[in-house]
């Protein structure tokens, strides 16, 4: 679920005075991105041995447990259940699974937590597998799955459709045996695919390296050991676009959740004890916030880094935002694989404007991802930060093939 793609920003004086005059857009290094994910918090679904489940939300600011949304059982059969996003709506689908049998089954998660409805998609897929893991490694707009066997090493990768049809398998190799946690996690904000995780509870090895595009291992960018742990888990429980990791020893019952960066150190951010679990599974229920909501956090991003600086914030402007989401559905719609200006800026603006500024982006996944981009690079941070501006308008869209195109509008109001 990423691409190559560019960052083009206009100059920080994108238009001046009553001119109209455009003034060409430098472009920024070719940079790689990801498709959009919500960047809400993940519910932590909490499963006994005798196949009985409960989950709860995660208070993204202290990271404790906050309120129960569902409760249940399933059956004990399933050795392995495993969120997976197969059809790019940002809610997860959950995978279940039987490695004495083979069997497995797909099914729909409601925004409470509770499977819904008949299966999606039922069938087997070989006996053995230890762990299947949906992850995003893939230029589309849905989860690709990992199936490993921590006895003989074997490693697969493949594509899933919407409907839960599985394509021919696009890696197949080993990767050594005995890696009890593999899983794939959003490490940096501007990581471009998932990285791959891989640990061992008996010595407490950790590795985490980068993925191809069809789920090969690349580079190894860290070699750690994280301790002897039962079970390593990924769950954004904070509502950054990075994910963390959940610690679990089902012997001690002890937890820890924990930042992980590229250097692999983890640093606890919580820790306790939870009763005796089976898994413990990071679980995205929500479903993808809407073009409001995207423009309230991207303002939010924005006046946090203004304040910072002792700049007064921006206001939301509604016909920004009409004009900002126009042109990103103009992006989407052509899809060029990049992002491109408005031919002129002026078009669509409000009565009484003195300065014009824009930023577009492509395939940034988040809210957080985007502005982080912007404010890494000189000639979009410089429109953030200009004081002189005092609205801004956001508008994201989304391809037929799943990618988000961004626009960013900023006016001085007289």
């Not at 394509?167 to 791959?196: E, H």
């Amino acid at each position: 679920m990423r691409m190559l793609t560019r960052l083009v920003a206009a100059a920080a004086v994108a238009v001046i005075g009553f001119t109209g005059f455009a003034i060409a857009a430098p472009t920024v290094p070719a940079a790689e991105a990801v498709v959009f994910d919500n960047w809400a918090a993940n519910e932590l679904v909490f499963v006994r041995s005798d196949g009985g489940f409960t989950s709860y939300r995660v208070t993204h600011t202290t990271s404790k447990l906050g309120s129960r949304t569902a409760t249940g059982t399933w059956s004990s059969s399933w050795t392995t259940i495993a969120p997976i996003d197969i059809n790019g709506d940002g809610r997860d689908e959950l995978l279940f699974y039987n490695a004495r049998t083979g069997k497995f089954s797909i099914r729909k998660v409601t925004s409470k937590g509770q499977v819904s409805g008949a299966a999606i998609r039922q069938g087997t897929l070989g006996k053995g597998w230890t762990t299947l893991v949906g992850v995003d490694f893939h230029p589309d707009a849905n989860d690709e799955l990992i199936l490993y066997n921590a006895t003989t090493g074997a490693y697969r990768t493949y594509n899933i459709s919407a409907k839960g049809v599985f394509g021919k398998p696009l890696v197949q190799t080993t990767i050594g045996a005995r890696w009890t946690s593999v899983f794939g996690m959003r490490i940096n904000a501007g990581d471009t695919r998932d990285r791959l995780v891989l640990h061992q509870s008996s010595t407490g090895k950790a590795r985490i390296h980068t993925l191809t595009s069809k789920g090969a291992l690349g580079t190894r960018t860290a070699d750690e050991n994280w301790g002897r742990w039962t079970r390593l888990v990924p769950a954004n429980v904070d509502t950054d676009a990075q994910d963390e990791v959940v610690f679990y020893n089902s012997s001690s019952r002890r937890y820890k959740i924990t930042d992980v960066r590229s250097t692999g150190a983890p640093r606890t951010i919580r820790s306790g004890t939870w009763s005796a679990y089976r898994m413990v599974i990071g679980l995205n229920v929500d479903p993808r916030p809407t073009t409001s909501q995207v423009a309230q956090e991207v303002l939010r991003l924005v006046n946090k880094e203004r304040k910072a600086r002792g700049l007064k914030p921006l206001a939301l402007s509604s016909t920004l935002n009409k004009e900002a989401l126009r042109w990103s559905r103009y992006q989407a719609k052509v899809d060029r694989n990049q992002c491109f200006h408005r031919p002129d800026l002026t078009v669509g603006m409000p009565a009484g404007w003195r300065l014009i500024g824009e930023n577009v982006a492509y395939g940034y996944r988040t809210p957080a991802a985007v502005v982080q981009a912007w404010m890494s690079s000189p000639s979009h941070r410089q429109n953030i930060l200009r004081p002189s501006f005092t609205h801004m308008g956001v508008g994201d869209a989304t391809s037929s093939a799943g990618y988000l195109y961004w626009t960013q509008i900023f006016t001085q109001q007289r």
